[in-house]
């Protein structure tokens, strides 16, 4: 019903950046927070960032300030600009959308996940 894309992942260097996205495709009648999960080899999936429909954000205290999460509405798009990468922050990035499909009520909403996309930061 509902179908997260990520792109944007890849390798780069220490201090490097990248910018992430996530477009949500689907038969969607509304969505309320987006976000963005990592998870490291042997680690539990945690937090990075979530941001809601009107645009308040979250963030894990340990990225604030080197990562920003934005979103845009019309386009069912949420970015992560990650700036001044550190090699702890190689993991795989998930997309997470709480969503309503079309045809549910309006409280009616899920959660989606994205398959994820490698970031690797070498040092």
């Known amino acids: 019903q509902v179908q997260l894309v990520e792109s944007g992942g890849g390798l780069v260097q220490a201090g490097g950046s990248l910018r992430l996205s996530c477009a949500a495709s689907?038969?969607?009648?509304?969505?309320?927070?987006m976000g963005w999960y990592r998870q490291a080899p042997g680690k539990q999936r945690e937090l990075v960032a979530d941001?809601?429909?009107?645009?308040?954000?979250n963030y894990a205290d340990s990225l604030k300030g080197r990562f920003t999460i934005s979103r845009d509405n019309a386009k069912n798009t949420v970015y992560l600009q990650m700036n001044s990468l550190k090699p702890e922050d190689t993991a795989v990035y998930y997309c997470?959308?709480?969503?309503?499909?079309?045809?549910?009520?309006?409280?009616?909403?899920?959660?989606?996940w994205g398959r994820g996309t490698q970031v690797t930061v070498s040092s």
């Open positions: 689907g038969s969607i009648f509304s969505i309320n927070a």
């Open positions: 997470n959308a709480d969503a309503v499909p079309d045809g549910s009520r309006w409280w009616q909403s899920f959660d989606y």
């Open positions: 941001i809601t429909s009107g645009g308040r954000t």
